[in-house]
C-alpha cells in the first residue's frame, strides 16, 4: 500500500504548473534591445497580467470602431525570475492563454518564438536557455499596430494568464502548434 501512495505522490509532482502571473514589467512602445537581460527596465511599469493597454486610452475616432476606438501600438512586458536549481533536471516551459497580437518572445536574450494573432493559446520551452539558481528575463513584444483589425473589441497585450509548467522529460506532450 505505501508504494502505491509513493507512486501517486511520484505523478503528482510529474507536472508542476506555477502561476506566473504576476510582477510583470510593461511599457508601451518599440525598444530594440528590450530582449536582451541588461536591459533596464527599472522605470517601467510593474503590473500583473491579463493586462490590455488599449482600454487604458486615450480613444479617438482615428483608431475604428471596431476596436471600440482604443489605441493599438506596440508594448513590452518583462519578467525576471530565478528558477529553482533542485529542477534542474526537469524541462521548463511558458504557457500563454492569450496575446494580442503578434507576439515575440525571448528568454535571456534568446528568441523562443512567435505566434501571430492573438486568440490562440501557445508554449515556448525555456529549459535550453535557463540560468538554474540566477536572475532570468522573459521578455514579450507585443505588436497591435494594425489596430482595426477585428469588429469587436479585442484589447492589446497579455490579455489572459500565463503559466509556467515544469515536467519530467519523460511526460506527456502538451499540445503542439507547428
Known sequence: ???GLNHAR??????????FDANWRFSK????????????????????????????GPFSAEYGSGNGFAPGGIGWYRKHFQPDSAQKSKLVAIEFDGVYANSEVW???QFVGARPFGFASFQYDLTPYLKWGA???????VD???????RFYTG??????VRLSITDPLRIAHWVFP
Do not use: C, K, Q
Not at 135 to 141: L, M, Q
Open 29 to 56: 512602445g518599440d525598444f530594440a534591445s528590450a530582449m536582451m537581460p541588461a536591459f533596464d527596465d527599472g522605470g517601467w511599469r510593474t503590473l500583473n497580467v491579463p493586462h490590455d493597454w488599449s482600454i487604458e
Open 135 to 141: 536572475d532570468n528575463v522573459v521578455a514579450v513584444r
Open 156 to 161: 492589446s497585450g497579455i490579455y489572459r494568464n
Open 10 to 19: 511520484a505523478a503528482a509532482n510529474a507536472r508542476v504548473t506555477e502561476d
Open 144 to 150: 497591435h499596430s494594425r489596430f482595426a483589425d477585428s
Open 107 to 109: 528568454i535571456n536574450g
Open 1 to 3: 500500500m505505501v508504494a
